[in-house]
């Protein structure tokens, strides 16, 4: 007799019926090579590249500093800012991932290759716009596009098209008469118009107005959407908390801290300012999550900082004379201050 089920488990009399049981013990062919399939697969993403693979990379340019044991991933995927002061190293560690300067120890992969032996194979793979933009000034915007477009087996008119609308770019002027906004705009639709599967970009927002900035922003979003990886480096703050996932921090030459844009939001502090209707004792606001900035001689009027959770200071404020609180939103360029002045640590 043969039984017919409608689902992809018997019911329970025939699940707890002795034949059942004894088929448990038996081996499932269906099930080990559902196994063994999800292994090799597993397999196969363990040995994919990463976009971005760093290693002990140290540049010296003789007496003068480069950069010095950098070691970092960036993740498919994954908008990473490298963040720095002016002459950190920022810009020599991009010139090495593009193979524009050759490591005086250590590596740079891109998908593997190596930045400098194989570098023509790894700018095939990335769309790169420089933090200083030397363009052929004789040349349209159109021209100049059309010549970058040359240097790629494959180009997407229509792609390029809507990205030139997007940013409302007018490629029939020469490149000489136009503005610096305008330039930079030529240089983003440069970077971005061949489709590449990781974008590097310096200072990509540099010169934009704030709208075209929230275009740019915009634009970011959509090719992360797509599955692009993105590196950027930018001293735009707000711009950096907007789009990135993760932030390397760099100063003279070293990378100081490679963190979360949650765990960096989890570090900062929020600045209250809180009035007392009576003198209050500064022990009365002595907790783990709370900081005193200052305080005036009558007691009654205290500035604080107040890192991660507001809960504990709000309920002891609750028993205390308050006449008025008011909290600034919490800022995160405070944390990006304190890793710039604090001395670098060897990684």
């Known amino acids: ?91 020599t560690t991009i010139r090495q991932l593009m193979g524009l300067l050759r490591p005086s120890k250590g590596s740079a992969r891109v998908f593997g290759l190596d930045c400098w032996t194989q570098s023509p194979r790894v700018k095939d793979k990335i769309g790169f716009l420089p933090g200083e933009m030397r363009l052929y000034e004789s040349l349209t915007g159109k021209a100049f596009l059309d010549y970058f477009a040359s240097f790629r087996r494959s180009h997407d008119p229509k792609r390029r098209a809507a990205l030139v609308e997007r940013l409302e770019l007018d490629l029939s002027q020469r490149i000489r008469h136009m503005s610096k906004g305008n330039r930079q705009k030529l240089g983003i639709v440069q970077a971005l118009m061949h489709d590449a599967p990781l974008l590097v970009l310096d200072e990509p927002s540099s010169g934009l107005d704030p709208l075209k900035q929230v275009t740019f922003l915009q634009l970011l979003h959509d090719e992360r959407a797509a599955g692009k990886t993105i590196f950027l480096s930018s001293h735009a703050i707000p711009e950096v ?42 022990t009365r606001l002595a907790l783990d999550s709370v900081r005193i900035l200052s305080r005036t001689d009558d007691g009654k009027r205290y500035e604080l900082a107040v890192p991660g959770d507001l809960r504990p200071l709000l309920r002891t404020l609750a028993d205390l004379p308050l006449e008025d609180l008011t909290l600034a939103s919490a800022d995160l360029e405070t944390i990006f201050l304190h890793y710039y002045a604090e001395e670098p640590k060897t990684q």
């Open 1 to 91: 007799m043969v039984r017919l089920y409608c689902c992809s488990r018997p019911p329970a009399c025939a699940r707890d019926s002795p034949a059942s049981q004894a088929s448990a013990h038996l081996p499932r062919p269906g099930l080990s090579k559902a196994v063994g399939l999800c292994q090799r697969r597993l397999a196969i993403l363990r040995s994919v590249p990463v976009p971005i693979e760093v290693k002990d990379l140290t540049r010296n340019y003789g007496r003068r500093r480069g950069v010095l044991d950098l070691s970092f991933n960036v993740n498919e995927g994954e908008v990473f800012a490298f963040l720095g002061p002016n002459g950190a190293g920022k810009t």
């Open 241 to 282: 908390e907007r789009i990135a996932d993760r932030v390397g921090i760099i100063r003279e030459g070293r990378l100081v801290a490679v963190e979360s844009i949650d765990a960096l939001k989890a570090k900062r502090a929020r600045h209250a300012e809180v009035l007392f209707g009576q003198p209050v004792d500064s």
